[in-house]
């Protein structure tokens, strides 16, 4: 009796003990996973703090094909860009807009329309949108429709016009980086979920201890 006795705590000690490491292992395994979660959320948050917001003003864009300047108490520069599209199809262009850092952008563009008109919004000549303006409250009372672009690091050009009819009138664009969890995407879920699978086996690991070690 006394030899069973001594050979259960001994198997005991065995097991209590030998779970440790594992335990250690598993609370190492964890810390690396929040410390790479928490540099990637860092990163992604110094993206968008960094990525500020940026403002043209259509009347010190480039105008083409009878898009001209025109007066406007209520425009953020005082002045606002008319006569884009119709039968000449007249158009600004903001050229360059400079970006720091590559990615996602919600374009915002400022206008001012009677009627309901559409817009095209063509990035460095290849990504082209057309957004339906609703009307404003009048040619001279401004709205604002967003568009999301993707922009790549320096210069880019952004060109407004309506191939198919009148476009409203121009006020401004602002650029926006989308925001930080959208950058992430995938990689955030994929992250929680980690921390989440090695949790759950450290709880595991520990309530076993813990049963072997009340037996």
């Not at 401004?172 to 759950?200: D, E, N, Q, S, Y």
Request: charge should be positive.
């Amino acid at each position: 009796m006394a030899l069973g006795a001594l050979f259960w705590s001994a198997n005991l000690s065995t097991r209590t003990h030998g779970s440790q490491p594992a335990i250690a292992n598993a609370g190492r395994k964890a810390k690396c996973v929040c410390g790479a979660i928490g540099f990637l959320l860092i990163q992604a948050l110094g993206v968008s703090q960094m990525s500020a917001e940026i403002t043209y003003e259509a009347e010190n864009g480039v105008l083409f094909n009878g898009a001209n300047v025109q007066g406007s108490d209520k425009a953020s520069g005082g002045a606002m860009v008319g006569f884009v599209g119709g039968e000449k199809g007249g158009a600004v262009v903001f050229d360059p807009v400079t970006i720091a850092r590559r990615g996602a952008y919600n374009l915002a563009v400022r206008y001012a329309s009677g009627d309901p008109r559409a817009l095209n919004i063509t990035v460095n000549g290849e990504q082209k949108v057309r957004v339906h303006c609703l009307a404003s409250s009048g040619w001279f009372d401004f709205a604002v429709t967003n568009v999301e672009v993707k922009l790549k690091v320096g210069q880019n050009t952004i060109r407004l016009d309506n191939d198919r009819g009148w476009a409203p009138n121009i006020d401004k664009i602002t650029l926006t980086p989308m925001p930080w969890w959208r950058i992430l995407g995938v990689w955030l879920w994929f992250g929680l979920f980690c921390i989440v699978g090695i949790a759950a086996v450290v709880l595991v690991m520990v309530f076993r201890r813990k049963q072997a070690a009340g037996l």
